[in-house]
């Protein structure tokens, strides 16, 4: 019957879809240089698409496997097969912590130069203010990076509501009373030290939920203007040596 080969023939093609990889192509994640223009972050690639590139070219392409840099002049493949996908990374990543603090052995992640970087895309770090992504209904904790002293920070908000996070000796991580202070999108909050010393203004972006792969995961950090963590996954994602 043509209806029986028809829901067979949509199911092969869904089944098609499904194993041809978690995405269908890759995306610009940074870009600099006389071609920046051409390929600004958010751009989609396709798999099967050449880059060309021009002499002080560089961009940062970003797919299931991970991170790619391409600096020209030259052209590239958008799809450079014999990578390893970065599916454990890219899971560790962004899990979301049901404890109420985690220590400094389960929270170091090293970046570029051996600098430490925040192993979790959902921590807020302190030290760089700007736009913060969280998912809806998701817990909020704030990161610092240098664990060596006790620290006590002030959460405020636009209207002076005020809630602190206490961070013990080898703790990076504190977790914010939302209760108190409630995650709005689009709203300011100030970090502060218990000196007063403010970090900078803060804000959330809530997103509905939490994008199941790379790709979407940029995209959505992109479009909400989440550089800090735009940043913080190309680099996480980035193959070892690189």
């Given at each position: 019957?043509?209806?029986?080969?028809?829901?067979?023939?949509?199911?092969?093609?869904?089944?098609?879809?499904?194993?041809?990889?978690?995405?269908?192509?890759a995306i610009v994640v940074a870009s600099s240089g006389p071609s920046a223009s051409q390929f600004p972050a958010g751009k989609k690639i396709d798999d099967s698409q050449s880059i060309t590139l021009r002499a002080g070219d560089t961009i940062t392409i970003l797919d299931h496997q991970g991170t790619r840099v391409?600096?020209?002049?030259?052209?590239?493949?958008?799809?450079?097969?014999?990578?390893?996908?970065?599916?454990?990374?890219?899971?560790?990543?962004?899990?979301?912590?049901?404890?109420?603090?985690?220590?400094?052995?389960?929270?170091?992640?090293?970046?570029?130069?051996?600098?430490?970087?925040?192993?979790?895309?959902?921590?807020?770090?302190?030290?760089?203010?700007?736009?913060?992504?969280?998912?809806?209904?998701?817990?909020?904790?704030?990161?610092?990076?240098?664990?060596?002293?006790?620290?006590?920070?002030?959460?405020?908000?636009?209207?002076?509501?005020?809630?602190?996070?206490?961070?013990?000796?080898?703790?990076?991580?504190?977790?914010?009373?939302?209760?108190?202070?409630?995650?709005?999108?689009?709203?300011?909050?100030?970090?502060?030290?218990?000196?007063?010393?403010?970090?900078?203004?803060?804000?959330?972006?809530?997103?509905?939920?939490?994008?199941?792969?790379?790709?979407?995961?940029?995209?959505?950090?992109?479009?909400?203007?989440?550089?800090?963590?735009?940043?913080?996954?190309?680099?996480?994602?980035?193959?070892?040596?690189?």
């Amino acid at each position: 019957m043509s209806w029986v080969k028809s829901i067979v023939a949509s199911a092969a093609s869904a089944v098609a879809l499904g194993t041809s990889g978690v995405a269908l192509g890759a995306i610009v994640v940074a870009s600099s240089g006389p071609s920046a223009s051409q390929f600004p972050a958010g751009k989609k690639i396709d798999d099967s698409q050449s880059i060309t590139l021009r002499a002080g070219d560089t961009i940062t392409i970003l797919d299931h496997q991970g991170t790619r840099v391409l600096r020209g002049a030259g052209t590239f493949k958008a799809n450079e097969t014999g990578r390893a996908a970065q599916s454990s990374t890219f899971a560790a990543l962004t899990r979301q912590r049901a404890s109420q603090r985690v220590r400094t052995g389960a929270v170091r992640n090293a970046g570029p130069a051996g600098t430490v970087m925040s192993p979790n895309l959902w921590f807020i770090d302190i030290s760089k203010p700007g736009i913060k992504c969280v998912v809806d209904g998701a817990p909020i904790r704030l990161w610092r990076a240098d664990d060596a002293k006790p620290a006590t920070y002030t959460v405020s908000t636009a209207g002076g509501v005020a809630s602190t996070v206490s961070f013990d000796v080898g703790s990076m991580v504190g977790a914010l009373d939302t209760s108190n202070t409630p995650v709005a999108d689009g709203a300011a909050y100030t970090i502060a030290t218990s000196a007063g010393e403010a970090f900078g203004r803060f804000s959330f972006a809530v997103l509905p939920a939490q994008p199941a792969n790379p790709e979407d995961m940029a995209s959505a950090l992109i479009d909400k203007g989440c550089s800090a963590q735009v940043d913080l996954l190309a680099a996480s994602l980035a193959p070892q040596g690189n």
